[in-house]
């Protein structure tokens, strides 16, 4: 999700503690069910950024946000995801997905202004 240096820096923090978690990790989800074919890296980012919201995974959310950016899916896409899980996953749930944007927009220095929709409301 974050390329061979994403990877190289989660290694690097591993600890005894949390070694076979975070082989698991990287072997397994990153290196081979993100690599895949059928599916181009912005639709993995979309569809598990929805995932998260309906699993309520609020710390996966922020880390998946980054990464979805960092994939090409825009900011408007992802809050169109928030917002679209309104009607599956609930308002709570959405809410923490837009909790989550705000934060990682904020960290990115993208505006909260992204298309003009609250000035037409």
Known sequence: MFGPDGAENQVEHTTDLNHK???????????????????VLQERSRITFAMLIALG??????IHARGALANGVTP???REIAV???LYCGIPAAVEGLRALEEVF?????????????DRA
């Open 106 to 118: 904020a960290e990115r220095g993208v505006s909260l202004d992204l298309d003009g929709e609250a």
């Open 84 to 86: 679209h899980s309104i």
């Open 76 to 78: 408007v896409e992802l």
């Open 21 to 39: 978690l975070q082989e698991f990790v990287t072997r397994t989800c990153f290196g081979d069910i993100w690599q895949r074919d059928g599916l």
């Open 57 to 62: 995974s609020t710390h996966e959310l922020r």
